[in-house]
């Protein structure tokens, strides 16, 4: 089903933001992100992007304080999901400006709108970043 | 930094974020949720953007991790709210809170419908994705007809086009029946020309989700495939918005890839020839660069072409230049690409014949194996596992256990299981195989399971070489200061039963014995002390000439333990106390072990249960069960019914700590599967291993030793063990002379082949037979692939196939030699006249030293020339109302089912070919499957299947089967009643009452020729 879930966690562990793609009950979705969390903070960077846990697989990848964790299936081609996460904070940074985490935990539903263009049922819908941005700069217009 | 458009929301975000704990969170979140379920209360106050404000603060402390259940109304009903931004936060907060199951969703359903077939395309978009995500079965059946009209409307604009295909993708998961295969076909062909690539990826998707069910159908998809990849290698009209530094879509790229490695084979030259183009042009063309975003984008395409070369590449063209890119890759500093490398490798191993190329990298990968992230030392791991053979098995594995003194604890009882499979299935000889696990017990004791010492155990037992090497082991384990308590009863063990041997040796008398292990005691915890005092027992029965000083010193422990609080401890005591005083009887009693049976390993069962999980997992068993091998792992063989030659039994019982109450009185079976027993007191048990009281109150009074021979051939009453899977249960053996014995379980070999194509059909220690087959409607063509193991040559080989009368068969012609390690190849055509559940039988037979002669069931079984067909309600109903009773239609109540949930039997039903056809049932507790039956008399005949269970009795069920054809209707039937009813791999019920016992002299025969074992199961 490629991507069950997107996550965005701070340096202290706080989620900032977490999109999933398949139903977990809160209790569930409180004990795999703490685990999770744990598991992928604790890496350095010489060690490499993917980490195995349960039956997902996590590509993850840094910026500044934010973590980005994307939970896939074991099949999942690794290296397109990482530079999926790229897009998407391209995609993020040409929206805001210098994208930084109070962008995304103030504007929560910004995030959320992007994402909800770029991925869809856990498979990607779209690439091109104008695309994704359009129906948002329409509202911004609108608004 | 602007704030959000909603004040409210960004100052309890702020109020969040200034909370100094966990606890300030939760009384924050608590004053907020109070607030928002007031104003909920009094809706009529409540503006839209208010509600839509409270809406995002709920998903906002949602996403915190607290319930937010009482909300969900509210959000649902924002979606249908006349404005946009009211009903975006209605669809996504939805999509968010609710799954598919929720109540409240059915209430939308009007409302997204009307978005969806509205003519406000961002309205559309909402909708689509709403249903995308969290769509349920109801949405599938009320929208998929509108969802495809959009998809495919030249009308609608690419915004609205790529969110109905995996709108459309969702819904098709849901019930595969809303996409109609014929219709569908052309249309997913057409869209894949799509110019728009936004739209072009979803259609992927789908493609990939709609090729996994059905490459069949979607054939014409796969040149339009080839084009798209093309058009993206090589950059022709790709907008600039859609190329990644520098490379068109990356993901688009890989979909396109993944979709084509749904089709088995590429048949078409030109279009093999252009793909094969691309793929070179990516493998070649790839280079490293500096840019990091750019370096993965390529390697993303590039380790998804090595996918697809692998999984197309039959000839070989490829490979090889695959295999050098993957040596590079896991050497590399990039850790990314050394994972992946890692990882590529051991699919690798799996789908192609490329061993003996990748053991060229073994030291690379062992040196992987170090390094710093886990990440990476578990693929090495895996790689390693893959790897093995007899010809680095013993380099891999002390790699292993080096290891395992550093290792993670995380991976630690992981690398142990694998270093005992690896020992155990490729060792070279046995003591190597007894250092190998001695020393995983000496490092990682904790992280050893009990089956991995059970297993030594066995061995040892089985092995009178081995002995006396094990107990000079065990004896210098001992020395050490510090061991781990799985050494204690380990080494207890074996000294209890082979320390004599050694009594020679210096520190190795009785008495020196004892007193080693007698120091451990009081270390141990109260499941070893049993063990302890039955090597004290068996240590005092070796003694001669008696030695008063131990016997005193061991009697008084006995004594001592006899008011023991533990029952298992107390009853050992008194028994063993009472047993040693009586002299004479002690010896029989005490004496030596008898052998184990030959059977399969718990090790290497355990792996495949732990492995279950996921597909690549699975992928190594597969390879695990189709290697070559001079495997010690040795299956029981018994006679179909179970039943053991009654005149060799012994009772015995395992070194298990199981506190099973037993009651003396029963009277049981042996056990199918090799577990036995329970003395019967009333005729005392003659040749009881002093381990048989550990289940429960036996009174082991001393028969005269004289009794021994003479109750041999009683039928004893025994019961069978529970716990079977752990155990180490032992079940009778017939002496063996002059038989060869099979490696593996044959009958459960052929269960495995009557669901896969290709497998080992027959293995014993100097021949393999394999099997590969393919199946096309009434006829198939299988190959027999006779591989000699040995280092010298098989002669008088003889092939006979005996096929029952509706298979034509035709073998080729077998050769009567085969040289030393060699593998001949012997097809075999065969064509199905009409429906029967009779079996064909290959009656091999050859000379190496003895003659061997084995009669084999061949996998050309009814299910074969089955071809899975998924119907509509429309197809359905009409043809099972024009079926209207016997003997086309027949219905049976099936009792004793062995019990399964629906989906495992939907599972169970797809292994046949069976294709359940979800929704044409009404009933939820119902099952609908179709199929196709193909034979020359029967031509393609379509068969109708329904189950209609009881969730309150799973053991019994209502079938009915519908066919045009009498036979073939009662045939299926009874296949699929054979299959519900029957447990395709060991039975572990009780089997009925052994007869009275054969004469001893073919008892033996009887056990070890499959011949006889078939004459039970060809009726």
Known sequence: MGIRFILMVNKQGQTRLAQYYEYLTIEERRALEGEIVRKCLARNEQQCSFVEHRNYKIVYRRYASLFFLVGVDNDENELAILEFIHLLVETMDRHFGNVCELDIMFHLEKAHFMLEEMVMNGCIVETSKSNILAPIQLMDKAS | MALSGMRGLSVFISDIRNCQNKEQERLRVDKELGNIRTRFKNEKGLTPYEKKKYVWKMLYIYMLGYDVDFGHMEAVSLISAPKYPEKQV?????????????????????????DIIGRNETFQCLALTLVGNIGGREFAESLAPDVQKLLISSSCRPLVRKKAALCLLRLYRKNPDVVNVDGWSDRMAQLLDERDLGVLTSSMSLLVALVANNHEAYWSCLPKCVKALERLARNQDIPQEYTYYGIPSPW??????????????????????????????????????????????????????????????????????????????????????????????????????VQDIIKRHQAQIITSLKDPDISIRRRALDLLYGMCDVSNAKDIVEELLQYLSTADFAMREELSLKAAILAEKFAPDLSWYVDVILQLIDKAGDFVSDDIWFRVVQFVTNNEDLQPYAAVKAR???????????????????????????????????????????????????????????????ILMHTQPSDPELQNQIWAIFRKYESCIDAEIQQRAVEYFALSSKGAALMDIMAEMPKFPERQSALIKKAEDTEADTAEQSALKLRAQQQTSNALVVTDQRPANGTPPVSELRLVKVPSMSNVDHSSADHGVTQENGTLT???????????????????????????????????????????????????AIAPVGEQTNTVQPIGNIAERFQALGLKDSGVLYEDPYIQIGIKAEWRAHQGRLVLFLGNKNTSPLVSVQAVILPPSHLKMELSLVPDTIPPRAQVQCPLEVINLRPSRDVAVLDFSYQFGTHVNVKLRLPAVLNKFLQPVSVSAEEFFP????????????????????????????????????????????????????????????????CLIRIETDPADRTQLRMTVASGEPTLTFELKEFIKEQLVSIPTVSRGPAPPPPPPPPPTSAPAALSDPGAMLAGLLH
Request: hydrophobic fraction near 40%; charged fraction near 20%; aromatic fraction near 6%.
């Open chain 2, 90 to 114: 209605g669809y996504i907060v939805t999509s968010s809170l609710l799954n598919e199951n929720h109540d409240f969703l059915r209430l939308a359903i009007n409302t997204v419908r009307n």
């Open chain 2, 252 to 353: 688009l790229q890989v979909k396109t890839m993944r979709a084509l490695q749904y089709f088995p084979t590429i048949e078409d030259p030109n279009t093999r020839r252009s793909l094969f183009e691309v793929l070179q042009r990516i493998l070649m063309g790839t280079d490293v660069v500096k840019n990091v975003n750019k370096n993965n984008a390529s390697h993303a395409v590039l380790f998804e072409a090595l996918a697809l070369v692998m999984h197309l590449d039959a000839e070989k063209e490829m490979m090889s230049q695959c295999v050098a890119l993957l040596g590079k890759f896991i050497a590399v500093r990039e850790p990314n690409i050394r994972y992946l490398g890692l990882e590529n490798m051991t699919r690798m191993l799996m789908v192609t014949d």
């Open chain 2, 476 to 538: 210098e384990y001992l020395d050490k200061p510090a061991i781990h308590e799985t050494m204690v009863k380990v080494s207890a063990y074996i000294l209890g039963e082979y320390s004599h041997l050694l009594a020679r040796r210096p520190g190795c008398s009785p008495k020196e014995i004892f007193s080693i292990i007698h120091e451990k005691l009081p270390t141990v915890s109260t499941s070893t002390i049993p063990i302890l005092l039955s090597t004290y027992a068996k």
């Open chain 2, 678 to 728: 329970v003395v019967d007191p009333q005729p005392p048990e003659p040749s009881a291993d002093l381990l048989s009281d550990l289940l429960g109150p036996l009174a082991i009074e001393g028969p005269p030793g004289s009794a021994v021979q003479s109750e041999r051939n009683l039928v004893p009453g025994t019961e069978g063990v529970p716990n079977a899977e752990d155990a180490l």
């Open chain 2, 879 to 942: 043809q099972w109302r024009s079926l209207s009773g016997p003997p086309l239609k027949l219905q049976e109540v099936v009792r004793g089912v062995r019990p399964m949930s629906l989906a495992e039997m939907a599972n169970l039903f797809n292994s046949f070919r069976l294709i359940v056809c979800p929704g044409l049932d009404p009933n939820a507790n119902n099952l609908v499957a179709s199929t196709t039956f193909y034979s020359e008399s029967t031509r393609a005949m379509l």
